[in-house]
């Protein structure tokens, strides 16, 4: 469900980037009550085409909610061309309750977040929010950037340095410009992280691993951690942006007579699935209602639970390994292999 929030303040970031702060009212503080990662969808209409983008909460989750974002212009970016170039401070914007499961609900230990661009921003929140909670953690944040104009939130997480210099660690890296100190330019690829992690931290004692940003970044930081020996369920993985090269599964026909039974709100209804299409276009043919937000296979507000039959995803950049196994799919990538199909969306 969205809902109507006006815009209280939008800030410069860097020449590509702001972010961007809601109005939440007294009766809607607890829709908007997040935990740290997730993230919030927008939705606006143009010609009459509906155009969804999903972005990262940055603020910590702690206190009243505070609902700030941080948008990075996309080249050709329908949404976000239109909030660095359009937006202003007392417009109108729909907005979707808080969602996401790329979280760390805050409790002792040690923590590294390895970042790229504006994957800064789910972090941000993560890691403020942990240090501000609980005195027994720690935080290591590994960020790349191409340069020092282009990063993201500089303040807020020289703050974070300022405030908790024992418990907050910072490595900064950046591909496309050299630095007085730190580390040498060039890209974190999974190479480079390889032989830097272990010279920076002591591997097997961090309780979680916070990967984001663009697919390649975050495909070669898992790749490092796995031949480092760091078990799968210790990695948490959120992609922020996805280019044409991105593998997909092998395209499959449709069965025919294909149909799909969805839940959704208390509510059952079986619906025909035509070839070739995703699951979640035959719901929302009949269901407009039924969630959705990127249909990229990134955000994760489709998941779905796999009553019965059996679904091909094309791609999935959302859902942890323990969901998939568990029977959870993303309707956005979901294709019909059986001839009919069942979700449910309320579990």
């Known amino acids: 469900m969205f809902h109507p929030l006006q815009v209280r303040e939008i800030e410069r970031l860097t020449d590509d980037a702001v972010a961007v702060t809601f109005a939440v009212p007294p009766e809607l503080r607890s829709t908007f009550r997040h935990t740290p990662g997730q993230h919030i969808a927008l939705r606006r209409t143009v010609d009459g085409q509906e155009i969804r983008r999903t972005y990262s909460i940055c603020t910590p989750a702690t206190g009243e909610p505070v609902l700030r974002v941080g948008i990075r212009l996309v080249e050709d970016g329908a949404f976000s061309t239109y909030a660095l170039k359009e937006l202003a ?13 790329f979280t760390l609900a805050p409790r002792p230990g040690h923590f590294v977040g390895i970042v790229g661009g504006s994957g800064i921003t789910p972090v941000l929140s993560i890691a403020a929010t942990l240090l501000a909670q609980q005195p027994d953690a720690r935080f290591c944040l590994i960020r790349s950037d191409r340069t020092a104009a282009s990063t993201m939130f500089l303040e807020e997480v020289a703050d974070l340095k300022d405030r908790y210099p024992q ?3 910072l490595i900064h890296a950046l591909s496309r410009e050299e630095q007085q100190a730190g580390l040498p330019s060039g890209r974190l690829d999974e190479a480079r992280l390889r032989s830097l992690l272990p010279a920076l931290l002591k591997i097997d004692s961090v309780d979680g691993w916070y990967l984001c940003g663009p697919y390649g970044l975050v ?22 942006h996805i280019d044409n090269g991105t593998p997909t599964a092998p395209a499959a026909s449709t069965p025919a007579h294909s149909t799909v039974t969805a839940t959704l709100d208390g509510r059952s209804g079986t619906w025909p699935v035509h070839d070739g299409e995703p699951l979640l276009e035959a719901v929302l ?12 296979g990134v955000c994760g507000t489709c998941r779905a639970f796999l009553v019965s ?26 294709h019909p292999v059986t001839e009919k199909v069942e979700l449910d969306f309320d579990r």
Do not use: W
């Open 167 to 169: 418990r907050f660690q």
């Open 219 to 240: 495909q070669g930081a898992e790749r490092a951690l796995r031949a480092l020996q760091v078990p799968r369920n210790h990695i948490h993985e959120e992609i922020f």
């Open 285 to 296: 043919r009949n269901r407009a209602d039924a969630p959705y937000a990127c249909k990229g």
């Open 309 to 334: 039959g059996e679904v091909r995803m094309d791609r999935n950049f959302a859902l942890e390994s323990e969901e998939v196994d568990t029977g959870y799919v993303l309707a956005c990538q979901s």
């Open 89 to 101: 401070v007392g417009d109108t914007v729909e907005v979707m309750a808080p969602a996401g499961r």
